[in-house]
């Protein structure tokens, strides 16, 4: 039985789209309303975007979804977790003020920011689930606190897994530091020495300071595998493609463990989860970039459904219709639906769906 998504498509010019009245509708239609009850605690966990990022989700499109959880008496607050990385998310103190700088705050909102695992991403709690990599997750601790969660995930293209969106977000999004690297730990980047300029910008950026300037026959970076923790900041930072992953089975295996992360995150608000995917301002990069990214495709519209892989599989889909396999241009060493396999196998959701529009 294949499940139900809804879907809003932007059919004229997007400055014309009623965002507003749509997100109504798919709230309604989806059954996020029945997600939480009233006067209970609603997560409603969001990507802030990295300093200098433009294509994050809109705070006033964010403060729609408040909205409608407000209507029903629940108590949403809108939550992100500290990033491995240095960046401006590495605290909650500094991602708040980012946060903040990006429009979300309460006036704009209408709800508080929590970060949801502690002041530097310390606050974790062990989910038992069974899965090919991992037995025990670690989620952000205010994530198994909360009552209910609604996600609003943006669809992009991304470094690690070819194509990034609810999986992404609830998977790596919702794990503390230590979840993350555990997701992150069979991962390994090499330097290649005819590429690499000196420059020094992975030297900067590396948070475990596993990266140094040596003297070869030229300078060269170096990274010191015993202390590097695959976080892959140094890959997207090199302007000069210096930074090498062997992606075949490093790919997958993120894909698969950040399904299993994924899987124990919906398990730690016992299932209580809906998702909202935005097929909006479309980038190469995930939110994680700090920069002003072009828009890789057109603005395809809003996607909701009460499962993560249908949802995802759904918008992956509609982007390839219109546009083609895009992120399969842009990342050809990814298989992009492994991470919807591996998904369904472990019992998160199913990949067959059937789209009905609002
Ligand atoms: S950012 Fe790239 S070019 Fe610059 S030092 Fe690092 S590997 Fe070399
Ligand atoms: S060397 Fe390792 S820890 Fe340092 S930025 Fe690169 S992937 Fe991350």
Redesign the pocket.
Known sequence: MPEKVYFAPIEGSVREFNFEGKLKKLFSAAGLDKVFSPDELVAVKIHFGEKGNTGHIAPKHTGYIINEIRRRRGKPFLTDTTTLYRGQRGNAVDHLALADEHGYNFRNCGAPLVIADGLRGQSGVAIKIKGKHFRQAHIASEFAHADAMITLSHATGHIGTGFACALKNLGMGCASRGGKRAQHSHMRPQ??RL?????????KWCPENA?K?VKKKKK??QINAKKCIGCGQ?FS???????EFDWGNMGRDLQERIAEYALAAAAALGGKVGYINFLTRITESCDCMGIDEPRIVPDIGLVAGRDPVAVDAASYDLIAERNGDVFKELYPDFEVRDQFTHAEKIGLGTSKYKIIKV
């Open positions: 330097a290649d590429k690499c300029t000196a420059c020094g910008e992975c030297v990266i300037l060269v970076a140094c930072v090199c302007r000069f493609s210096a930074i």
